[in-house]
């Protein structure tokens, strides 16, 4: 059965008219009491009334959530994640996808912003100006870029970039090639900051390419032609993608290249060789970027930023540069 | 330079007024010059001003697509063949995912229905009984299921089914596992039917298997215990997570078992051995749906129902049964 008002008050210790609250108009209960009352909600999977909330509060209680291609493995984690958080919050999740067409997410933009009470805009591919001066009907939180007075999530690929540079000049190899992903990326241009700095490295950089196994098919033959021996890609799906057209061209991973992925997708730990990745906390982003947004809806904006650590997962794709 | 009213006026031969009438009120206009005026104006890159076209119609010109899990990969070549197609006739797709939970795709609908022209049901897990219940608002297309007086797409799964099974007894299979889906799926059902009614094979149905990798992985044990030297998964994800699985055991496919899924996702295809698969013609399916529910919005529902053929791709997962 359906937890009622009553078990979440009983269980949270506050009285009902709190639980109310905290869901009708959440700016007049403390935060403290609030995450209680939430997090005991989740727990019971209590649902409150929406229409008869919305008649109170005015509120549409949807969260739009833009992302550059939702048949990117790389977002459905993150959207999921979003989701349910929002989800035990009294929140729907509407996705649209840009199809990383920077004009299709202005015209997305503009139409969600209408009908949700908060957008998250997840690695949008338009420049910050565009996005800043969009940025006016409801608020906004931006995953996966900086942008000046706006609250933001980031995934430190930065550190990862660096974590996976030092593993390949660990295991002797020097001439490393860094396959870049799409103009307008920050993670991209992260990673090829980050690469550059790394002492004792002898980087060339490949790209753009598309961000997908048919971006690593088509660099296949410059990074033969390129000498590396290590490899760091753009995403688990640049680096399988090369590891397929690597093998149907003879060259073995990692006896002859070894490569470095990032994203930590389900099809890099089922590809052959296993991946070794730098894995995206994409679910933790996904729920902080739903707090932060909450935040702004209820509270107003605070232009927060929060930086999620990655870390670097070893598999079989990489080993000891070859004599 | 983006292209103009006049531009389409002129390159389909009508005057600009129809072209105006074309995006405004679609059932002022001739179906064969509606499509002309579509076409072209997909073909030129041609987008109507929204705000001022909302104004006159009382249009939200937008669409919902509601999945039961965007992370499964079978799902977004239809989003975004679904969205591509509806973006050149200037709708906007909201994608909401119900996380294969029935009270949760209820809800969606609701909220959904609010918000847009018409909604696109994609594989519902809600009975039939339900769906046609929350049919109120707004035109519904079924994607994946038979509902009453309800415009359906179907892709003939059970044709696809039957095809695999007589490879697999062409290449002297008898003993033959059908691994099921989720419960509610009508796919499923489909499958289970064309296998039990192909002559000639020793069908054993073991089920219900989640639609993913791990559903794969967990009913190895079955596979093995069953006897069978071919199988018919559910789906791509549960045929690559089943082969993950037998190898690990030490069992070989093909030499030792015969694997066919279905879909024809991308990982299936970059998978080794290359994955047999019952190919669904996923955004031919997407389009259609559009054409549908759009006809639906302008000219009111009619319930057609479209069945589109699936086909079989052999690659390297199938071969002759071991003596």
Not at 52 to 60: F, P, Q, V
Not at 103 to 108: C, S
Not at 236 to 249: H, S, T
Not at 253 to 267: F, H, Q
Request: glycine content about 8%; aromatic content about 4%; proline content about 5%.
């Amino acid at each position: 059965m359906a937890a009622t008002i009553r078990d979440v008050a009983q269980a949270s210790g506050v009285h009902v008219s709190t639980v109310s609250r905290t869901f009708s108009a959440p700016h007049l209960v403390n935060a403290e009491t609030r995450g209680r009352v939430l997090a005991v909600a989740e727990d019971l999977g209590y649902r409150p009334n929406r229409a008869a909330r919305a008649l109170t509060t005015g509120r549409t209680h949807n969260l739009g959530l833009i992302v550059a291609d939702i048949s990117n493995p790389f977002f459905p984690p993150l959207i999921k994640a979003a989701q349910a958080h929002a989800r035990a919050r009294d929140y729907h999740v509407f996705v649209a996808d840009t199809d990383e067409d920077p004009q299709v997410e202005e015209d997305l933009i503009q139409t969600l912003t209408k009908q949700v009470d908060g957008v998250l805009l997840c690695s949008p591919r338009l420049s910050n100006r565009v996005i800043e001066r969009l940025h006016a009907d409801v608020p906004f939180v931006v995953v996966n870029r900086r942008v000046k007075g706006m609250p933001t999530v980031l995934m430190d690929v930065g550190q990862g970039a660096r974590l996976a540079i030092e593993h390949l000049t660990g295991l002797g190899h020097h001439r490393i090639a860094l396959l870049s992903g799409p103009s307008g990326s920050w993670t991209s241009g992260e990673m090829c900051e980050a690469a550059a700095a790394t002492a004792g490295v002898d980087l060339v950089i490949l790209g753009p390419n598309a961000p997908t196994e048919q971006g690593g098919l088509a660099v296949v033959d410059e990074v033969i032609a390129s000498g590396a021996t290590g490899v760091l890609a753009y995403n688990d799906l640049v680096a399988i993608g090369l590891i397929g057209g690597l093998y149907e061209r003879g060259v073995r991973v990692p006896e002859d290249v070894s490569v470095v992925g990032v994203d930590d997708i389900v099809s890099g730990r089922l590809n052959r060789p296993k991946l070794t990745t730098v894995a995206m906390p994409t679910a933790a982003a996904g729920r902080m970027a739903v707090d932060l947004l909450l935040q702004s809806v209820n509270d107003g904006a605070t232009p927060t930023r929060a930086t999620l650590e990655t870390s670097l997962i070893v598999r079989e794709s990489t080993g000891e540069a070859p004599r």
